[in-house]
């Protein structure tokens, strides 16, 4: 294992010291319990979005805190579910007596530990709603979850969400709208090579000199299938057939559209993968009306990526629009 490490079991405490210090100006980072919250929060009459998940997948979701995007973020250790007591913590932290919205990818672990989080948080008179994301058409079923697994829609929801609570929805509303980003949002990944967990100190699972995997998740787990490698567009191909045929994403329909790095990736490899995107849904006369590309839902140092497209209407190209500052994502500011 070679790795810009210290001690294997402080990599996320140092992580997150380096985060701190890096982006003082846009948020704060607490201990014991451990979250990443706005550098101004609470913020009065806003409505707060808190998320969390494993660590390991940066920018997700530390990077995303800021205005227009997370009041805070809850950072388990690596690929380990952020604990009730974070959520707890972050959620009281942030709300500002008009109610907290909970984005929870669909995995075992943050699903029970965010419900645990809100009953604690209720309790103390915090109204809580929360929305699962769950986006990946690559298994029906997972080692981590019952149901799809929640990847990149769940960034896209975390932008367009931020931007609605920066506008003054209120909670019900801005729920609503979160379910909506989910039910029109679908992806799918791919992985070349595994990823080490530094704490474990060996490659996550196996693949062959010539193998790679078709619609890996983000921990490591088993896709739809093993295959030789192949050319760019075979392999964008089928992602994109795969995407594009869930919803299904039809003729006219515009979207946004992220070519997401896994971690390893360079990124002259992921424009070129955005350049056979483009062309498979032209053909299909899907219109790309936003775009990004680079890392934002990674697996450590996994070589591959993913593909999300989200179905978008007016609402949701002009909320996509709105000014965005935190460490990962920023414009219009």
């Known amino acids: 294992m070679k790795k810009l490490i210290n001690d294997p079991q402080n990599v996320v405490r140092e992580s997150l010291a380096g985060l701190a210090l890096a982006h003082a100006d846009i948020l704060k980072v607490r201990f014991d319990p451990t979250y990443v919250i706005r550098a101004d929060a609470p913020v009065a009459g806003k409505v707060a979005i808190v998320s969390g998940g494993g660590s390991g997948h940066e920018p997700m979701h530390v990077g995303f805190v800021g205005k227009g995007m997370l009041d805070a973020a809850c950072p388990g250790q690596v690929f380990t579910s952020p604990t009730p007591d974070q959520i707890e913590a972050a959620t009281r932290a942030v709300d500002s007596g008009v109610g907290v919205l909970h984005i929870v990818k669909n995995y075992t672990g943050d699903v029970m530990n965010f419900e645990m989080a809100a009953e604690l948080c209720q309790g103390n008179g915090v109204n809580v709603q929360a929305v699962i994301i769950n ?21 896209l929801a975390e932008k367009i969400c931020g931007a609605a609570a920066e506008r003054g929805y209120d909670l019900a509303r801005l729920a609503a709208l979160c379910r909506r980003v989910n039910e029109n949002g679908r992806s799918m990944g791919m992985a070349l090579t595994s990823c080490t967990v530094p704490a474990v100190g060996k490659p996550t699972f196996e693949l062959g000199e010539n193998e ?74 899907i219109v790309i009306a936003r775009r990004l590309v680079g890392n934002y839902i990674t697996s450590l140092e996994m070589a591959g990526c993913s593909i999300t497209l989200l179905k978008a209407d007016d609402e949701l190209l002009s909320l996509w629009d709105d000014p965005v500052l935190t460490p990962a994502l920023r414009w219009r500011i």
């Open 135 to 155: 986006d990946d058409v690559a298994v029906e079923n997972s080692l981590f979850t019952a149901g799809r697994r929640g990847v990149g829609t769940t960034v």
């Open 212 to 285: 790679i995997e078709m619609g890996i998740g983000i921990h490591g787990e088993p896709g739809r299938e093993r295959m030789a490698v192949a050319q760019a567009r075979e392999i964008t191909a089928r992602l994109a057939g795969a995407v594009v045929a869930d919803l299904p994403f039809r003729s006219n329909h515009q979207v946004i559209a992220m070519l997401n790095g896994m971690g390893g990736t360079p990124l002259m490899e992921l424009y070129l993968v955005y350049q056979e995107l483009e062309k498979i849904l032209r053909g299909h006369g």
